[in-house]
């Protein structure tokens, strides 16, 4: 609440205690009312400037075992690969059972745990932590498990039990939001798990080499003779299988030969038409040729 609010609110209070005394006085004279009055006044101006009552210690002390669960397990993959997570989840369903949650078995265990919020995981891994044994960090002691480990601290607690151990050892001490889960048996963190890598676009389709190199070949040779009116022959075929030869794609189609014998189909003024249109134009007819008759 900002400073001026809380000012207006007091301001209103004075006033309205002013006046109640006043009417009190009036109907019934002098009298203990006037204290009792400005006495729940008093109650109202402390409750708007102080909203938030102080922690007591033994909520922090409860919270202590979150934070330093949090803390300790920044220090472990929970992933199934490590046998320390496996240790952990199984331990976990173990600490459950112990504390008598009235779930039948081990799915509606797991199932119960994976629901909970981070706060009430963090407190059930550490009862499991002091099961197994296992010391705290930072030279701290955990405090005493109990029946309300499943509970989970109030975030406030867990505030100020940050707030001090920051204070005594300069750790500050951060609990994400996500959730753990239990798989497996396993004790798991999206946090230490990779994301699966982005799917593979697919690769590009391969290249038609057998027609890049007749292409190439035809262009080259009609390159070389239209402007001479050379006709083409079987030393032109030779020439081209043998080009087509250099870069290692055997010959196993009909279309270059077939190609030769349809240049004379070309339309009138070919010529003059650019290499590559003649090319296009060629095979056009010689695919229709083969694959269509």
Known sequence: MRTAAKIGLTVVVIVAGAAAV???????????????????????????????????RKRIAAANN??????????????????????????VISTMRRLGTGLANDAALIEDFNAKNRLEQLNLIATAMIDLKQSAMLGEAWEPANAQAA??????????????IFSKHGVAISIPERRFRIEGGCLLDAGDIAPPPPPKSPPPPAPDLMRQAIYGAFAFFLEQTKDEKIDFNEYHLLVLKSYVATVS??????????????LSDLPKGWEQWAVSAIVDELFRMVHDQIYKE
Do not use: C, D, M
């Open 66 to 91: 979150a934070v330093l669960a949090e803390h300790a397990l920044g220090f472990v993959e929970l992933t199934p690969r490590n046998p320390s997570a496996h240790q952990l989840g199984q331990q």
């Open 249 to 262: 794609i055997p010959i196993s189609t009909a279309e270059p030969i077939v190609a030769v014998t349809r």
């Open 22 to 56: 006043g009417l009190l006085e009036r109907l019934y004279g002098q009298g203990p009312h006037r204290a009792i009055v400005w006495a729940l006044v008093g109650v109202l101006i402390l409750l708007i400037w102080v909203p938030k009552w102080p922690v007591s």
């Open 151 to 164: 509970e989970g601290p109030s975030a406030r607690a867990v505030a100020a039990a940050r707030a001090a």
